[in-house]
């Protein structure tokens, strides 16, 4: 089949039954990036592949994959880019960082703990060959770490939580927790190194200077080149271009450092000024692209690396190890740390809740550890059906745990809603 006709049918099957799957999860509550993931799940082997092998063999076949592989590795890093252009810091009254700092690093402390406790029993059953244990348990700590920043925030918009107590510091401790999973996958892949000390200190080194060199030049660079966007409205088409420039330019650089190019597109983002303007500008031009079209191609493309074999004999008691790991160090830890600093059970719990949904995030980082090599297409199943379940409880747990009275009670104490009357 003639390769550009493949790859335009590939486009119309995942981009139709993205949408469907998440209409369908919207109609019952949930983002419908969860259904879109769903998608991607639902056109691997373990359904597609199983259901009509000879059709799913065809159509996704593995010589055609490298074509979506471009397509998904430029949908993840302009996802990327427009979350580093988004990210603000933490607002709030001093107590409320305060607690959000202590949510966020008890939200990565116990999910590090228990994702390096549960380590042993999967690196013997599950760690690709040659990849050394502390690699492989780095990964896994990270992996049980990370929450849905973009996920989190759609929740409380549609739940309008945004400025009650529980929704102000869930978005903080995410912007918190996020940033710090991101430099500790920086690191682990980074000591990765492809296996040579050559590489580690590359990974290091490189890395280091590209910071150095984002904020250092490209920053104020950017801030001149940019200038007009604020008192102007939108930046002229040139600007855009060299935006794009900048972005793909550094996500080239991280590649080649043997980091990920999503680290350099998320850097390049976080650079740019916090102007509001400049942030609809890109939110409206970019994200579309990259959402719309580009990302459903990352759900099907992580699809194709999932397993049936990843349940088959232990791997279900398997997942939920995983899962429970998974869930207990999200909720306990971001719980105790809202209860620690004087929040109500409802709002702790709440907090708690909210910060498991990994959601898109996770599915980026497992994707990463699966291409860098630290984990195999059995375990990556495991990770992305996890991935799945935690996102998709998160609500029916904040449904569980925070009612509307309490809501608006704990909006008012944290001064964010009008008193009741």
Request: hydrophobic residues 60%.
């Amino acid at each position: 089949m003639n390769t550009t006709l493949l790859l335009l049918m590939q486009l119309v099957v995942i981009l139709a039954l993205a949408r469907l799957c998440g209409a369908v999860l919207a109609r019952v509550g949930q983002p419908p990036v969860i259904g879109e993931m769903a998608a991607g799940l639902l056109l691997g082997p373990i359904v597609f592949g199983a259901w009509m092998p000879e059709l799913h063999a065809a159509l996704f076949s593995p010589a055609s994959l490298p074509a979506l592989s471009g397509l998904g590795t430029m949908g993840v890093a302009l996802f990327m880019f427009i979350v580093g252009v988004e990210l603000r810091a933490p607002e709030g009254s001093r107590a409320q960082l305060r607690a959000a700092f202590s949510i966020g690093m008890l939200g990565i402390a116990l999910p590090l703990a228990l994702g390096l406790a549960i380590s042993p029993v999967l690196y013997d059953r599950f760690a690709p060959a040659g990849v050394g244990y502390w690699p492989f348990a780095m990964f896994i700590a990270a992996a049980m770490s990370v929450t849905a920043f973009p996920v989190l925030a759609r929740i409380l918009k549609d739940r309008r939580l945004t400025h009650t107590t529980p929704g102000r510091l869930a978005l903080s401790a995410a912007v918190i927790d996020d940033g710090c999973v991101w430099i500790f996958l920086a690191v682990v892949l980074a000591l990765a190194g492809g296996g040579s000390p050559a590489g580690v200190v590359l990974a290091i080194g490189g890395g280091l200077g590209l910071v150095a060199a984002v904020f250092l030049v490209l920053k104020p660079l950017y801030a001149w080149l940019l200038r007009p966007a604020g008192v102007e409205g939108d930046p002229a088409a040139s600007g855009l271009v060299w935006i794009l420039v900048g972005m793909l330019g550094c996500a080239a650089v991280a590649e080649w450092i043997g980091l990920h190019a999503v680290f350099g597109a998320f850097l390049f983002g976080v650079c740019l000024p916090r102007e509001d303007r400049l942030l609809a500008c890109l939110a409206r031009r970019i994200e579309p692209v990259a959402i719309l079209l580009l990302m459903p191609v990352v759900f099907a493309l992580a699809g194709q690396n999932t397993t049936p074999e990843a349940f088959a004999g232990a791997g279900i008691g398997m997942f939920g190890l995983i899962l429970l790991a998974a869930v207990a160090g999200k909720v306990i830890g971001c719980s105790a740390g809202a209860r620690l600093n004087g929040y109500g059970w409802r709002d702790s719990l709440a907090v708690g809740s909210l910060m498991n949904a990994r959601g898109l995030m996770e599915l980026i980082v497992i994707k990463i550890g699966f291409d860098a090599g630290l984990i195999g297409p059995a375990l990556f199943t495991l990770l992305f059906a996890m991935t799945l379940a935690t996102t998709l409880i998160a609500s029916p747990l904040l449904s569980l745990f925070y009612r509307h009275g309490s809501g608006r009670l704990a909006g008012h104490v944290a001064g964010a809603v009008p008193p009741p009357r």
